[in-house]
């Protein structure tokens, strides 16, 4: 368990739709990341968070965006959904600060949100 | 452009054997940090190793060891004594940036099958 929580776990919706991902990072862990994995792909990165603003933009298409809030809890929202959005969601978080207490600021991952667009 | 390079899709290995998966990068930074994650078919990504840019000796995580050359841009993956479990995807990643703005790269992976 890496701590990461990310719910719900599996979603299914229709085209045109809207969803909200939801992510608790690691406690004390500052930066959220969002990455989308399609069928037999790598992870794209999306968007990064640091202790709730936006800080990398990845891959991200307009009709998503993210947050992070106070508790530091992120939220990325998907609308509009087409077939080709049906992907797994991975949220990740990382110490993230100049002077974390992990020399690696590794990324830890969440279980992921399998999101299928019917 | 920053990039990561794995040319494996796939790749078999007796059980009990020692393989490498192979992993190039590009970046203009000269601090950067290299990672392995291994993905097995449930789904979750299992951070396995980290190589930082200005490490001179070659990080070794149990049976996990990566082999940086970093003249060549190259951060392969050693997995020592294979075994069935070991069977999943496995990704290279790069972290460039710093002071909390960090951006990650992942290869397509290299999917691999450890045989009986």
């Known amino acids: 368990d890496s701590g990461v929580t990310q719910t719900p776990k599996h979603l299914i919706t229709a085209t045109g739709q809207r969803v909200t991902l939801r992510c608790s990072p690691r406690?004390?862990?500052?930066?959220v990341y969002w990455y989308q994995q399609s069928l037999d792909q790598g992870l794209q990165f999306l968007i990064q968070?640091?202790?709730?603003?936006?800080?990398a933009k990845g891959n991200i298409l307009e009709r998503f965006s993210a947050q992070q809030f106070p508790d530091l809890h992120s939220e990325l929202n998907l609308s509009s959904l087409e077939l080709g959005d049906s992907a797994l969601y991975f949220c990740?978080?990382?110490?993230?600060?100049?002077?974390?207490?992990?020399?690696?600021?590794?990324?830890?991952f969440g279980p992921g949100t399998r999101l299928t667009v019917l | 452009a920053q990039k990561i390079t794995q040319t494996q899709p796939g790749m078999f290995v007796q059980e009990k054997e020692a393989v490498t998966l192979d992993c190039t990068y590009d970046?203009?930074?000269?601090?950067?940090?290299l990672f392995w994650y291994k993905q097995p078919s449930s789904g979750e990504m299992i951070f396995l190793i980290y190589?930082?840019?200005?490490?001179?000796q070659n990080a070794t995580e149990g049976r996990y060891s990566l082999n940086f050359q970093k003249a060549r841009k190259s951060a392969n993956l050693v997995i020592s004594a294979s075994q069935l479990g070991d069977s999943a995807m496995y990704f290279c990643?790069?972290?460039?940036?710093?002071?909390?703005?960090?951006?990650?790269?992942f290869g397509t992976g290299t999917r691999l099958k450890v045989l009986a």
């Open positions: 968070y640091y202790n709730g603003e936006e800080r």
């Open positions: 990740a978080s990382s110490v993230g600060g100049a002077s974390g207490r992990g020399s690696y600021n590794e990324q830890f």
């Open positions: 990643a790069m972290r460039e940036g710093s002071s909390g703005t960090y951006k990650y790269i």
């Open positions: 970046t203009s930074d000269q601090s950067y940090g």
């Open positions: 190589q930082g840019s200005y490490d001179e």
């Open positions: 406690s004390g862990d500052l930066s």
